[in-house]
C-alpha cells in the first residue's frame, strides 16, 4: 500500500545508525542518503529520515521478517546499537497465532517491530 513513509528524528547520526543496524538482518539497507537524510528500505517499501524538524510523537512501525531467526537478530542488532527493550522475540497470540515479533524502542522513543508469521525454524 505505502511506497514510503517520513518522519524527522531528534538526533539524525543516531537515529541512522540504529536503522541501519536492525535493517540489516531484514536484509533492507540505505538506498539513498544527503545531508540530514536518508531513505532505507527495499524494493517493497521505504522508510525516510530526516533531521528537517522536531521528531513527531512516539509512533509505531513494524517491518515483515523472513524468519523467527531474522526477528531474533533484529532484536540483538537493535539492543547493540543503542535500541530499548519493549518486547523481547516471542509469540503474540493476541494477535495471531503464529505472530512472532520482538520490539524495540530507537533514539525518539518510537516503538519498531520486526514480525514474522513463519513456522517456527
Same mark, same amino acid.
Given at each position: +500500500? $505505502?511506497? /514510503?513513509? &517520513? ?5 539524525? *547520526?543516531?537515529?541512522? !545508525? ?9 536484509? %533492507?539497507?540505505?538506498? *539513498?542518503?544527503? *545531508?540530514?537524510? =536518508? +531513505?532505507? &528500505?527495499? #524494493?517493497?517499501?521505504? %522508510?525516510?529520515? &530526516?533531521?528537517?524538524?522536531?521528531? @513527531?510523537? @512516539?509512533? /509505531? +512501525? ?7 531467526? +531474522?526477528? /531474533?537478530?533484529? #532484536?540483538?542488532?537493535? %539492543? ?16 495471531? @497465532?503464529?505472530? $512472532? !515479533? =520482538? $520490539? %524495540?524502542?530507537?533514539?525518539? &522513543? /518510537?516503538?519498531? *517491530? ?8
Amino acid at each position: +500500500m $505505502f511506497d /514510503h513513509i &517520513g518522519f524527522n528524528v531528534g538526533n539524525f *547520526e543516531k537515529s541512522l !545508525a540504529f536503522y541501519k543496524a536492525v535493517f540489516a538482518p531484514l536484509d %533492507l539497507g540505505v538506498l *539513498e542518503s544527503g *545531508e540530514g537524510w =536518508a +531513505m532505507l &528500505g527495499g #524494493y517493497s517499501g521505504r %522508510l525516510w529520515i &530526516g533531521a528537517f524538524g522536531p521528531p @513527531p510523537g @512516539p509512533i /509505531h +512501525m513494524a517491518f515483515r521478517a523472513g524468519s523467527r531467526a +531474522m526477528v /531474533h537478530a533484529f #532484536y540483538e542488532a537493535g %539492543l547493540a546499537a543503542g535500541g530499548r527493550d519493549n518486547g523481547a522475540p516471542g509469540i503474540r497470540t493476541q494477535y495471531a @497465532p503464529d505472530y $512472532f !515479533a =520482538a $520490539f %524495540l524502542l530507537d533514539p525518539d &522513543g /518510537h516503538n519498531v *517491530e520486526a514480525v514474522s508469521f513463519a513456522a517456527e525454524n
